[in-house]
């Protein structure tokens, strides 16, 4: 019975003439439908791998999950003293240059609901510990388009995070590049910021280029 659904449904063909099953087209079609489904780690490796080269410093895709930030692939710096991979980690969304991005592409109204019954904790004396600091860090992402992590999620680490947001393609990704607060100069800021803006928009285009 199980089988004569299945080739109701297309899941599966039966031979004519030894009554062998084989696949069947619908099967078939879910098999491409899985293959061309998207895998942004894929598409952003080589970015990350050029933000590495670019800035000297390492740099992640991140994802968003909720508080938290999902560490999903990473490129390490070549420099001798560098900031550690923190591929397949999590870490509040707050403490992270990337997940502070994410955060700022939400509402206010958003993140009030988001810390409502546990308000953000402070891992370094550096980090928010209130919704209403948290808000006022976020309005600052906004108008400078990035975010800067100095010291926030540890102690003598300097990152800078930028949110890719591509809701034709309901997907929203983070590009960080981190390293030791010594790397930071004059320049550094707006240096990584243009880095950064055309890795995102980079990678938008990838997305949509291999969603439609």
Not at 41 to 58: D, H, N, Q, Y
Not at 146 to 154: D, R, T
Not at 170 to 199: C, F, H, K, Q, Y
Request: hydrophobic residues 40%; charged residues 25%.
């Amino acid at each position: 019975r199980l089988m004569a659904m299945l080739t109701y449904y297309d899941f599966v063909r039966q031979h004519p003439v030894d009554r062998s099953f084989r696949i069947g087209p619908a099967l078939i079609d879910i098999g491409l439908t899985a293959a061309r489904t998207l895998d942004i780690r894929t598409l952003a490796r080589p970015i990350l791998t050029r933000l590495a080269e670019s800035t000297g410093m390492t740099a992640h895709l991140v994802l968003p999950r909720g508080r938290t930030v999902l560490f999903a692939d990473g490129v390490e710096s070549q420099r001798t003293i560098r900031a550690a991979l923190r591929t397949g980690s999590t870490l509040p969304a707050h403490v992270t240059s990337a997940g502070k991005a994410l955060l700022a592409t939400l509402s206010d109204e958003q993140l009030r609901q988001m810390y409502a019954r546990k308000p953000p904790e402070a891992p370094t004396d550096k980090s928010v510990s209130s919704v209403a600091a948290l808000l006022r860090e976020v309005e600052t992402v906004r108008r400078a388009g990035y975010a800067i992590n100095h010291g926030e999620s540890e102690a003598g680490v300097l990152a800078m995070g930028i949110a890719c947001i591509v809701p034709d393609a309901d997907v929203a990704a983070g590009l960080s590049v981190a390293g030791p607060e010594s790397i930071m100069d004059n320049t550094w800021e707006e240096r990584t910021a243009r880095e950064l803006r055309e890795s995102a928009s980079d990678l938008g285009k990838q997305i949509q280029t291999h969603t439609l």
